[in-house]
């Protein structure tokens, strides 16, 4: 029932910017939680950060001081706005959120955006 759109990665040199968006669209009675993980070649998915609706943060410890999390509610976005982008930065970062199913109060499901790829050069 939900459907999340990622924009904004791309090549960037160290020590730039990024932003992330993702949008969520489809039919939900409420967004709850969103994030954002990121998964390099050979390692594990993991989290990045994560926002409530309330729109508390939490993050990955090697990124605090350099990412942030933010979201609008009204337009049901997420946004990673990414500095001092490292090499190690490098990976493909998958939109996540948690929502309520409409007309159903035990429905509260999981979706995952296709990913977009971050690529740092040094």
């Known amino acids: 029932q939900v459907h999340l759109v990622e924009s904004g990665g791309g090549l960037v040199q160290a020590g730039r910017s990024l932003r992330l968006s993702c949008a969520a669209s489809g039919i939900f009675f409420s967004i709850e939680d969103m994030g954002w993980y990121r998964q390099a070649p050979g390692k594990p998915r993991e989290l990045v950060a994560t926002?409530?609706?309330?729109?508390?943060?939490n993050y990955l410890d090697s990124v605090k001081g350099r990412f942030t999390i933010s979201r609008d509610n009204a337009k049901h976005t997420v946004y990673l706005e990414m500095n001092n982008l490292k090499p190690e930065d490098t990976a493909v970062y998958y939109c996540?959120?948690?929502?309520?199913?409409?007309?159903?109060?035990?429905?509260?499901?999981?979706?995952w955006g296709q990913g977009t790829l971050v690529t740092v050069s040094s």
């Open positions: 996540n959120a948690h929502y309520w199913v409409v007309g159903d109060p035990d429905r509260y499901l999981e979706v």
């Open positions: 926002i409530s609706s309330g729109s508390n943060p």
